[in-house]
């Protein structure tokens, strides 16, 4: 047996679930059924959102350990499907570590939504929501505009590197403008709802529940770690929406 290649590709199959969005128990538990389908009965996993440790005994007694830090995080749930089914197929098949690790690349590989799917996605988001929140049609299409503005606003800034807190607190501020400045033309919209239906789309829904869903299997400090970046994201859009509210008043006194 090969550990030191065991460990790696074991820590690159943990670091595929984690940075696209599983939960901590998950990716942990994934990691400890491949060692014990190898015959490393002797594993130890640790991973918080942003870093992944894992060591493993050699028969001989000998430490194998592998550490990954994890910069970058998305939501990708296909991804995960795709790494939970590769992580069943290992433990029932045993491949060889290179197999594993051309599936690993070929998963890292895959291309997301094209872009304007992305962009029509949270503009669809926006419209359903303010309905949902009772807004009108009218309130909707304008929310359709602010969702779709929002994504642009966020991918321009992903691009050029931009923290995540400051990407939520431009959107924001960019989607609760655009309800505002139409709300000023048009008194029977009622930009509250077009907003929070707008905002529907930042809102750290999967983060939240993973952070509940941690904290229940007994990963604490990975449960607060993401409630803290929930607390963080919901924060950014509150600034953001508050900076365009106070803005309005200032420029139109109202």
Known sequence: MDYDRLVN???????????NGAEISR???????IFAAYGAERSEVFAIPTFLSIS?????GRPVTALRRILSRRVDMTRVDLANSLCRRVCRTTPDFSAVSRELRRISARRPFPFPVQVAGFAVVAFGFTLFYGGS????????????????VCRLLERLRTNLFFVNVAASFVAAAIALSFAQFFAQLSYDKIIIGALMNLVPGIAITDFMRDIIAGDLIAGLLRLAESVLVAGAIAIG???ALTAVRMLWGV
């Open 9 to 19: 590709t074991v820590a690159d199959v943990g670091y595929l679930l984690i940075a």
């Open 27 to 33: 990716a942990e538990e994934s990691m400890r059924r």
């Open 56 to 60: 493993v005994s050699t028969p001989a």
């Open 137 to 152: 049609y009218a309130d909707a299409a304008v929310a359709l505009l602010c969702g779709a503005v929002a994504k642009l």
């Open 241 to 243: 929406a508050g900076i």
